[in-house]
């Protein structure tokens, strides 16, 4: 894995990013992988480029992106006015896992927490995911917080 590249995504990687978060079981129903790229995926990639501290990522290798992540700097009044880094979206093509990209991503991760002064790290991750569970878990994260989702789009 020392051939890797992992740098803000640009707008002619996002069908790329869409195909990773679709594939898989919980992806493939919420994303739409269809060519040309949706709208609403440029739209929403120029929202997060518009906003300082949403940056996209991707994993390049030879040419091809192989994972995805967004990283989001959430500044707050609370922890003596802590900003958090938000770790979302993390995805590796299925023929990529277990290559040990992700602890790379991972540690990509935490260095760009660390430059930007976040004084804590945290991620979701869906219940379903238990492979997941355990990566993290590996890694230092601890489920010490309950999440909860209110669909909007279901109301």
């Given at each position: 894995m020392t051939e890797i590249i992992i740098r803000k995504a640009k707008e002619k990687d996002l069908l790329s990013v869409v195909r990773l978060l679709a594939d898989d079981q919980l992806g493939s129903v919420r994303e739409d992988a269809s060519?040309?790229?949706?709208?609403?995926?440029l739209d929403a990639f120029k929202r997060m480029d518009e906003q300082k501290g949403n940056d996209l990522f991707v994993v390049e290798r030879h040419n091809n992106v192989i994972g995805c992540m967004q990283l989001t700097l959430i500044a707050g009044v609370s922890r003596k006015g802590m900003t958090r880094c938000q770790i979302e979206g993390v995805r590796i093509s299925a023929d990529h896992r277990s290559s040990g990209l992700g602890q790379k991503m991972m540690d990509f991760a935490l260095q760009y927490a660390k430059d930007n002064h976040c004084g804590l790290v945290q991620?979701?991750?869906d219940k379903s995911r238990e492979d997941a569970h355990r990566f993290y878990e590996n890694l230092g994260y601890k489920a010490s917080h309950i999440g909860m989702k209110l669909d909007l789009l279901k109301l």
């Open positions: 060519e040309p790229i949706a709208g609403f995926y991620l979701t991750t």
